[in-house]
């Protein structure tokens, strides 16, 4: 999977750094991607989201209150964010502590599964946070990418190619 981590710094602020993925081939974030899918039938919920957000960013952090945590493989950050506990949407992300969240794709749990592996389009947008996470992971370790001195930001190379590995 080839992508770039971008900052959204529309959504940005000085408690939380805000990132998405665009994928190859794609002008458009995955967050992007998520809002255009489930505004339609889910407004509220998507606008919750997004101010919710923006209250961490510029005022409450990214706190483990605001996510369902070990979405993904142990240690990893996956997690999903939503605005109510019982809300249909989920968006799957990475959080980095309070500082920096990474914003992936998602939408609707359906009524009657129990995991995202039981639905066949949570599974492909939280498998997809779970290998940006992995490669994150080897770039932070291999030096290719560090946190900023003050440890708000991503900072070296946020072009990811399969040829890297």
């Known amino acids: 999977m080839n992508y770039e981590i971008v900052e959204l710094e529309d959504l940005s602020g000085s408690i939380t750094t805000i990132y998405s993925i665009v994928q190859e081939g ?3 974030t995955l967050l992007e991607h998520f809002i255009d899918e489930n505004i339609p039938f889910y407004k509220a919920e998507v606008s919750n989201i997004l101010a919710r957000i923006q209250a961490m960013a510029h005022k409450l ?3 483990e209150q605001f996510f369902r945590l070990n979405e993904g493989k142990p240690g990893d950050g996956v997690c999903a964010l939503y605005d109510d ?3 249909a949407l989920r968006l799957y992300c990475i959080r980095y502590g309070t500082i920096a969240i990474i914003l992936g794709g998602g939408g609707p749990k359906p009524p009657g599964i129990r995991a995202w592996q039981d ?3 949570l599974t ?3 498998e997809t946070m779970i290998q940006v996470s992995k490669d994150i992971m080897q770039r932070l370790k291999s030096g290719d990418l560090k946190w900023s001195p003050d440890g708000s930001r991503l ?8 040829n890297d590995e």
């Open 155 to 162: 900072t070296g190379n946020l072009t990811i190619t399969d």
């Open 26 to 28: 794609d002008d458009r």
């Open 124 to 126: 492909l947008k939280a």
């Open 119 to 121: 639905d066949e389009k």
């Open 61 to 63: 952090g990214a706190r």
């Open 85 to 87: 506990p019982d809300s």
